[in-house]
């Protein structure tokens, strides 16, 4: 049975009470909470974990749940404390999860350490999916280095996919990771970010590590996730990386935004999916992402935010019909359309990206010239 939980049920008494009774039955529980949450809220999720078990469950989802939510009313340190510890008396009587996921929740270091270490006890040789996602509070956290983090992790020989947050890897968990899932690991997801103008360095994995891994683990693809980081390209972007998937979004440094697309040709090959927010630049990058995108050989979808023109928008839309490019999804924030219009680009290539059932998507807005 397949539990799904939102706000508003979550703060129906008829909810916590129906799950109280059929709680043993339950083999998923989804819980998603994207509004703010109330000071009756931590309680009422406990309730519903407690009634969990007697479940065998197999997915477990908590996510947006970070404290900072919660009304100024509401101690947060509190609920914190008090949910974790739910987690935990929930995840110590399970023995057969294949999913995982506690993202945005923000937890101490010690009380993430005991959910993961009662999460590996029990479901360590099941588990496949792990989301640990702004899981600890702090985004400049040193997680990898402490030990009992390492060897909670190589307990988890199943792993297929993996996403946490750049304070959590080291080459050291990296290679546990790769050694220990016995080549099975196929997806990792890395985000960084940072508060701080001048964040504390983290661990660069190196050419040499992501080798290694690639010999244990051959069908091991990474998604990057960026937002606004202030470090040098070469620190997320090394070369050897098995990069399928990159976010990317600026807050306007043109030295860093350069060096990103030339450093993003070492990925030509492997590179699936292209998410750029450059709109913050006050110089024009679109020019660069064109000439980056034609050598791109296996990309399928594409979401630019940028000072794009309508003359850029009609080579990229050449190259999907002479099957230079094979996109199968096209989004494109147009700045100014210039001699193009939207009517014209659709009759010359729409028939084109319909017969390939590519969703050929474009926002436009009008560039103020006075």
């Known amino acids: 049975m397949d539990f799904q939980i939102g706000y508003m049920e979550m703060e129906d008494e008829r909810t916590v009470k129906k799950m109280e009774k059929i709680g043993a039955w339950v083999t998923e529980v989804e819980v998603q909470c ?30 947006d749940l970070s404290y900072t939510r919660l009304l100024h009313e509401y101690e947060p340190q ?28 923000c937890v101490t270091l010690e009380q993430g350490l005991d959910i993961l270490e009662n999460l ?16 600890f509070e702090g985004l400049d956290t040193e997680v990898h280095s402490e030990p009992a983090f390492h060897s909670l992790m190589s307990r988890f020989v199943q792993l297929r996919s993996v996403k946490m947050d750049h304070y959590c890897l080291d080459e050291e968990v990296l290679l546990g990771l790769a050694e220990n899932c016995g080549g099975i690991l196929q997806d990792l997801t890395l985000t960084y970010r940072s508060e701080e ?7 660069v994995i190196s050419t040499s590590t992501w080798k ?6 051959p069908k ?27 976010w990317f979004d600026s807050d306007g440094q043109k030295d860093q935004i350069t060096d990103l697309f030339q450093r993003l040709y070492y990925f030509t090959d ?11 630049q006050k110089n024009s990058t679109s020019e660069q992402m064109v000439n ?23 080579t990229i839309c050449e190259a999907q019909r002479d099957g230079r490019l094979k996109l199968e999804r096209l989004i494109l924030h147009v700045m100014d359309w210039g001699d193009y219009t939207l009517d014209r680009i659709w009759t010359e290539y729409g028939p084109v990206f319909e017969s390939r059932d590519t969703k050929l998507d474009f926002l436009c807005w009008t560039v103020n010239r006075s």
Request: net charge negative.
């Open 120 to 135: 590996s006890l029990g479901s360590g040789k099941t588990l496949q999916y792990l989301n640990i996602t702004d899981f």
């Open 34 to 63: 994207s509004y703010y949450l109330t000071e009756r809220t931590p309680s009422d999720l406990c309730r519903i974990l407690d009634a969990l078990h007697e479940a065998s469950l197999t997915r477990f989802e908590l996510s």
């Open 220 to 246: 091991l693809l990474v998604d990057v996730v960026t937002h606004s980081i202030p470090w040098d390209t070469a620190h997320f972007l090394p070369q050897g990386l098995p990069l399928r998937v990159l």
């Open 212 to 217: 290694k891994v690639h010999r244990l683990c």
């Open 270 to 280: 492997s590179l699936e999916e292209l998410y750029l927010d450059l709109s913050s």
């Open 292 to 314: 980056f995108v034609m050598e791109c050989r296996n990309l399928k979808v594409l979401n630019f935010n940028g000072q794009l023109q309508g003359g850029q928008v009609a």
């Open 78 to 105: 509190h609920y914190v404390k008090e949910l974790s510890a739910s987690i935990t008396r929930l995840i110590r009587t399970q023995t057969c999860l294949e999913w995982f996921t506690v993202a945005s929740f």
């Open 197 to 203: 103008e001048e964040p504390s360095p983290f661990t």
